[in-house]
């Protein structure tokens, strides 16, 4: 049997405050929430795992202990050079210490286990109350060693969601007191059609062509997160989402289609009763936000499933966005907070030709980024 564990997180960033030095005493302390291809996955096999009969090749054992799992599924053998590390959000470090900042003085990272999502309102989500109360004390271990500032939090993507949920559930004071500003990177609300494909393919879990197709499948259908990043009926309505010769799938269609798609009773209902009301239910942070997007991107708008066949590929229509962040989603973030009288501060940018990835790694989009990062620290 293969057992997996996470690895949450470059390693470059630690949860815990380091002794001073030399980091610029003027700027606050800036928090990273990174997304969720920022994860890792560990892997040890045991005395129960049984390999597969004629492989052609001898594969060596793996030992007892815990091993990173190849992230290349194509090479026919593994590249020495593999670091050890995930290094996502490595330009975005680097360049926030050229202007002074230094990691594990006035510059940290939050980890979280991508897997899971948070929770409706009265329902248990141990992972997500895990992440919460980590991160709180986090920013106030920040705060504090960097004379009381208040802490700039910069997500990517998924961390976005993950720091606008907490954000919400955390008292208003207390984000008065610790919060000087969110940087909202690569993320809209009300989730994208394009993460409504790797739930499909009920057919390819059970039958995979490949490892990659095995593990990315089964592991998208199985995370609670997938169902949070779903197309929300309050941004999307009764627009056609998948298309089928049969019928069309909207975002008011959520149940049906996951019920089309193969998951049970019971699963339909945790997306009804968990995930959902999440969607449903996002609000503006009420601390100043600046929410950076890239444009000019075709992005899936739809998919077209004409024969109804979910394990097959699709064909995809395109519409504007960084690839995977519609910009109906950044439009519709617009609304929500800019339209909030009690958001003390909002600002929108949308930096054109800038794909999901880029944003965190483009130099162009990185001084954007890092000059926002500045403005929200004076």
């Not at 009381?148 to 993950?162: A, C, E, I, M, Q």
Request: glycine share 8%.
């Amino acid at each position: 049997m293969a057992f997996q564990r996470l690895l949450p997180l470059v390693a470059l960033l630690g949860l815990f405050v380091a002794p001073p030095s030399s980091a610029v005493p003027s700027l606050h302390p800036v928090v990273l929430v990174p997304g969720n291809t920022c994860n890792q996955l560990e892997a040890r096999l045991t005395d129960e795992y049984e390999p597969p009969p004629a492989t052609g090749c001898r594969v060596p054992r793996q030992g007892w202990g815990w091993f990173r799992l190849w992230e290349n599924f194509t090479a026919l053998q593994e590249d020495p050079s593999l670091l050890i590390r995930n290094v996502c959000m490595e330009g975005l470090v680097e360049a926030l210490e050229r202007v002074g900042y230094r990691e594990g003085e006035n510059l940290f990272g939050a980890p979280y286990d991508f897997r899971y999502a948070p929770a409706a309102p009265g329902l248990a989500s141990p992972a997500f109350s895990g992440f919460s109360s980590s991160l709180r004390h986090l920013m106030e271990r920040a705060s504090q060693r960097n004379g009381n500032k208040p802490v700039v939090l910069v997500t990517h993507s998924l961390g976005g969601l993950f720091d606008t949920v907490f954000l919400d559930q955390t008292p208003l004071r207390w984000r008065r007191r610790y919060v000087k500003h969110l940087v909202m990177l690569c993320l809209g609300v009300g989730g994208s059609p394009l993460n409504m494909w790797p739930l499909a393919s009920k057919a390819l879990a059970a039958n995979p062509t490949s490892l990659q197709a095995g593990v990315l499948t089964y592991g998208n259908r199985s995370f609670a997160s997938m169902f949070s990043l779903l197309p929300s009926p309050r941004v999307y309505g009764r627009t056609p989402l998948v298309i089928t010769r049969d019928r069309n799938y909207s975002a008011e269609d959520m149940a049906e289609y996951l019920t089309a798609a193969g998951f049970s009773e019971d699963e339909v209902a945790r997306y009804r009763t968990r995930a959902l009301p999440v969607t449903l239910n996002l609000r503006a942070p009420l601390v100043p936000m600046t929410a950076m997007n890239g444009i000019g991107v075709p992005t899936v708008d739809k998919l077209v499933f004409w024969d109804g066949n979910f394990s097959g590929k699709p064909q995809l229509v395109n519409g504007d966005g960084d690839g995977q962040i519609n910009l109906e989603t950044v439009l519709a973030l617009q609304r929500l907070v800019g339209a909030d009288p009690d958001q003390p501060y909002f600002k929108s940018i949308l930096i054109p030709n800038t794909t999901h990835k880029g944003m965190i790694s483009d130099e162009s989009a990185l001084k954007r980024v890092v000059s926002e990062i500045l403005g929200a620290s004076s």
